[in-house]
């Protein structure tokens, strides 16, 4: 039945052309929506039992998908989508035109499917074509316990030249910095900005990872290098995936034929998501990941006009994409909790946290006697 959801990954397969119908008359054109990038992530994250995809009907056209997954916690069985540590995406597959319908159709299917206890979304971008995918007004006609928090994310809109949004956006601090970065840099020796795509960006992209893997990253183990083989697997899926879409850029600064930082970002609809930064730490006085981004920024208003936004992505552990940062945008993570004993009970244990949280001497009391 072509309304059904998708369990398995044969069903997934059978469901391609269908999903490529869906890609082409959607809205926004996102690499991390498209079949294969779908596929990917099932075979680098999930196992073959815990697929689901909701597929959602009207009439009888296909006017979306949300790819998701089963996780079991503690006994308690969460259903959420594709994101994980390196997978900042909550998007939804919907044709234009169809965003209203979409939403109420797929909370309704979701609410009477079965199998689950907690539905976990989150990674939904307020400048998405479908935010919030859960609106609350349908959340409060859905008969069930529910939260949703709302975080910032951080993002450049393209509203001005750079030499624009370098005078009125930034604070003097950041200007009298780059300032003085852009002229070491110039007496440090020669150097050059260089911008790869497709195939050649593939060819490249050993030359990123060592460099990401040089410094801290390195030494902290976070880099993709220092990864699990799951997550380099899938970084090198992703890198083909975006050449292939022709959304694949690496940016490289390059001192006396030397690459010292290197940039990864693609592009999706008019929106340019900037994924990852590294530096050798050798030439840190020189500031080579904010050069590095000064000029991405320059290229992308001279050659890709397309593009109105830069999305950092949230979390900002050093504060640097706040202070690049010139709106505010955000993302939802919405909670539903289901009707049924261990839904309830996460439900109890959640408000619970939040009450302890919200009395610092209970928390306190609560610790102390944990220690008895």
């Given amino acids: 039945m072509p309304g059904s959801h998708i369990r398995s990954m044969d069903e997934l397969e059978q469901a391609r052309e269908q999903w490529h119908d869906v890609y082409e008359d959607s809205g926004m054109k996102l690499p991390v929506l498209t079949y294969e990038y779908v596929k990917q992530w099932y075979e680098c994250f999930a196992s073959p039992k815990d697929v689901r995809v909701f597929r959602v009907m009207e009439g009888d056209k296909i006017i979306g998908f949300l790819p998701m997954v089963v996780r079991t916690r503690e006994g308690v069985r969460v259903l959420t989508n594709q994101t994980n540590d390196h997978c900042f995406y909550g998007e939804a597959l919907v044709r234009r035109g169809y965003e209203e319908v979409f939403r109420k159709k797929l909370l309704d299917e979701i609410l009477e499917e079965s199998g689950w206890d907690v539905l976990h979304h989150i990674f939904g971008y307020s400048f998405s074509a479908v935010y919030p995918l859960f609106p609350e007004s349908l959340l409060a006609e859905g008969k069930r316990r529910w939260k949703m928090n709302v975080q910032p994310t951080y993002t450049i809109v393209l509203d001005k030249t750079c030499d624009e949004y370098f005078h009125k956006d930034l604070s003097s601090n ?199």
Avoid: C
């Fill in 174 to 372: 950041m200007r009298h910095m780059l300032k003085q970065k852009k002229n070491r840099l110039k007496k440090a020796g020669p150097h050059r900005f260089l911008h790869f795509q497709g195939d050649e960006a593939v060819e490249k992209w050993q030359d990123f990872l060592r460099i990401e893997d040089s410094g801290w990253k390195g030494q902290n183990g976070t880099s993709i290098l220092k990864t699990t083989p799951e997550y380099r697997k899938y970084y090198d899926g992703l890198i083909r995936i975006l050449s292939s879409t022709r959304d694949l850029h690496l940016y490289f600064l390059e001192l006396d034929q030397k690459y010292i930082a290197a940039a990864v970002g693609y592009t999706a609809g008019d929106v340019f998501q900037y994924l990852k930064i590294g530096y050798d730490e050798e030439y840190q006085a020189l500031s080579p990941s904010n050069m590095l981004f000064m000029h991405l920024m320059e290229d992308i208003q001279e050659h890709h006009g397309e593009i109105r936004r830069i999305h950092f992505f949230p979390y900002d552990d050093t504060g640097y994409k706040k202070r690049f940062a010139n709106e505010e945008q955000q993302f939802s993570e919405i909670i539903i909790y289901n009707n049924t004993l261990r839904g309830q009970t996460f439900w109890m244990a959640d408000k619970l946290k939040e009450r302890i949280t919200r009395h610092p001497k209970l928390a306190a009391y609560i610790k102390k006697a944990m220690h008895v």
